[in-house]
């Protein structure tokens, strides 16, 4: 069998801690082979092994049969591999094409030859259906646009080989529909990609075989038209994985917040959030449901106090928050999920022990008159660490080292044991894997039950289907509809989303 690559047995360690532990993979030229596994299991580990950026304590790789040492990305590149990271690695202020050519400038006569470089990379852009504006500035276009960016700098290269680094967690559903279209044409143009993913769905779609790796080892490679997503991950997490969340019907009680008539302006200074009306009850869960661009950052913005409203009220068990600070708000009983985990919800060149108390710091037991009690401090992380499964070396491990789920834990312990009246989860599964989702969904649906008001905002529609007892639809900074999740579809939720009336979208049932 030909393969264009083989890693055979890599180990790779960190101070003494395995990340991959004797992993095997090959990659079938023409192919499009998953690397499927939990948060932190190793999974981009391996693959900055293959692109240069680690090398192994053990192990061989191999491209088209022969034995190589990559020890560097520019190494990768020259081999034909290319990677598209999860965070994207590009500069705001300069253009598609002079981010593209970034270190392998196009020159005449010792001179930058711009028009040249553009005209390459319109055609390039043509040829895969990648649609990019070759003088657009990154700051302009969508995050969608600027994946395409990353796919069109690795092909610029001459990448045969491409690495996607968990490419759809930051795409809305339109744009997850685009990628693996492109996907589907770079096979076709003769490429060969390696995806990592931990979204099942994506991978019975699009892929042609997967390999496994769980907790560093690699469980093994599966042909994907022989498995199912249950038993995928079965193999992932080491159990049987619940995707429809059990809940009792809700016991809603006494109206906890309340949002009359807000309008928020946007960064440009133009109304997001336009006359918005909504109200979460104790013991329910509210999702919003909208396309991205519609008021939700906005709005999530203005309840927490990051962001000043124009008009309108918001109410708290009868108070008024709207000119309140964000930690007046906080000790008023409202917690926060934040969005981006790393802009809004965490320190992370701090241990992880002190992101446990960045809300609570300057209170007792964890400051008398100004001075910090670390003692008390990381007694208090040990305990969350634990209840919440966060999984780290140790409290005193920075947050940046932590696998994206595990932040994420560790940002919900926080926020839920400060026990608030009102939670606001932000996209709180954006990037996990199902395991790390199934925690999640259980844990805002605990707090429901204890009586607490949850508000959910998500792009991901099954799972405001599957957690919601109520769904708000935000079209152009309103609610254009509230549905019950029994009584409404994808579809439905999908049209209302899009500025349909209820009537086109079929009859959902007001609640």
Do not use: W
Request: net charge neutral; with cysteine; proline share 3%.
């Amino acid at each position: 069998m030909d393969y264009v690559i083989e890693m055979l047995n890599i180990r790779k360690e960190f101070n003494g801690f395995v990340a991959n532990d004797n992993i095997t993979l090959q990659l079938k030229k023409g192919e499009i082979h998953a690397l499927l596994g939990e948060n932190g299991a190793g999974k981009s580990t391996l693959m900055n092994v293959l692109f240069g950026l680690y090398q192994p304590e053990a192990g061989e790789v191999r491209v088209k049969g022969k034995p190589v040492n990559i020890t560097n990305p520019n190494v990768a590149n020259d081999l034909g591999i290319g990677m598209v990271h999860q965070h994207f690695m590009l500069v705001d202020v300069f253009t598609v094409t002079e981010n593209i050519i970034l270190g392998k400038e196009t020159t005449k006569a010792g001179r930058l030859d711009l028009k040249r470089a553009e005209k390459e990379v319109r055609e390039i852009s043509e040829r895969y259906g990648l649609a990019v504006d070759p003088r657009a500035k990154i700051a302009d276009i969508s995050v969608g646009m600027q994946q395409r960016v990353e796919i069109l700098k690795t092909l610029y290269r001459g990448a045969e080989i491409l690495i996607f680094d968990e490419p759809t967690a930051v795409l809305t559903p339109q744009e997850i529909k685009e990628l693996i279209q492109i996907m589907k044409t770079l096979i076709k143009e003769g490429k060969s990609i390696l995806l990592i993913t931990h979204k099942l769905k994506e991978i019975m779609e699009v892929c042609d075989r997967v390999t496994v790796i769980r907790k560093g080892k690699g469980i093994g490679t599966v042909h994907v038209n022989e498995t199912n997503a249950n038993e995928l991950a079965h193999l992932m997490v080491g159990r049987e994985v619940v995707f429809k969340t059990e809940k009792a019907p809700a016991q809603p009680k006494q109206e906890v917040l309340q949002i009359n008539h807000l309008v928020v302006k946007d960064a440009r200074g133009v109304s997001a959030v336009n006359g918005l009306n909504l109200s979460v009850r104790a013991g329910e869960i509210v999702g919003i449901a909208g396309i991205d661009g519609n008021g939700q950052t906005e709005l999530i913005e203005a309840i927490t106090g990051l962001r000043k409203s124009e008009s309108g009220n918001i109410l708290l068990n009868g108070k008024e928050l709207i000119h309140s600070t964000p930690r007046k708000i906080t000790e008023t009983g409202v917690g926060h999920i934040p969005q981006d985990r790393h802009k809004h919800g965490l320190v992370l060149n701090y241990p992880i022990g002190e992101n446990m108390v960045l809300q609570t710091y300057y209170q007792k037991p964890f400051s008398k008159n100004g001075i910090l009690n670390f003692k008390e401090i990381y007694n208090k992380a040990r305990t969350l660490i634990k209840e919440f499964d966060v999984r780290t070396p140790s409290e005193y491990t920075l947050a940046r080292a932590l696998s994206g789920g595990n932040q994420q834990k560790a940002i919900i312990g926080r926020e839920i044991d400060r026990d608030p009246d009102l939670l606001i989860a932000a996209q709180p599964t954006r990037g996990l894997d199902v395991g790390a989702i199934e925690f999640i969904h259980k844990r805002l649906i605990e707090q429901r039950d204890h009586g607490k008001a949850v508000l959910l905002v998500s792009f991901e529609l099954d799972e405001i289907l599957n957690v919601s007892d109520r769904i708000a639809v935000i079209f152009e900074g309103k609610i254009v509809a509230i549905v019950d999740p029994k009584d409404t579809t994808e579809q439905e939720l999908g049209l209302l989303m899009a500025g349909s009336n209820r009537k086109e979208a079929g009859e959902g049932t007001h609640v």
